[in-house]
């Protein structure tokens, strides 16, 4: 059974960092593009980054320069590296392999920035 699991969400203040991880398992990780979405209540789920199985990576405006998305195809990992953070970067980020609507996504991991 595919699973992916995220980790590394948490309160931290205006301009503060976190570093998230997305573990994937059961699945051929190295062939997928993986990618980090948010989601805020009532809100559509909106893509935040992108990295091909070639390693290029792809960004919304409102994180460009501040997040980096990575991957470890080695551990089956993909990271998204958030600075400067801002309160409107508060939401459940979730990540996905493969597409939006026929991919796997993880249960979410909440990224609250808040003084």
């Known amino acids: 059974q595919v699973q992916l699991v995220e980790s590394g969400g948490g309160l931290v203040q205006p301009g503060g960092s976190l570093r998230l991880s997305c573990a994937a398992s059961?699945?051929?990780?190295?062939?997928?593009?993986m990618r980090w979405y948010r989601q805020a209540p009532g809100k559509q789920r909106e893509s935040v980054a992108t990295?091909?199985?070639?390693?290029?990576?792809n960004y919304a405006d409102s994180v460009k320069g501040r997040f980096t998305i990575s991957r470890d195809n080695a551990k089956n990992t993909v990271y998204l590296q958030m600075n400067s953070l801002k309160p409107e970067d508060t939401d459940v980020y979730y990540c996905?392999?493969?597409?939006?609507?026929?991919?796997?996504w993880g249960q979410g991991t909440q990224v609250t920035v808040s003084s």
């Open positions: 996905n392999a493969g597409t939006f609507q026929a991919g796997y």
């Open positions: 990295i091909t199985t070639g390693g290029r990576t």
């Open positions: 059961a699945i051929s990780f190295s062939i997928y593009a």
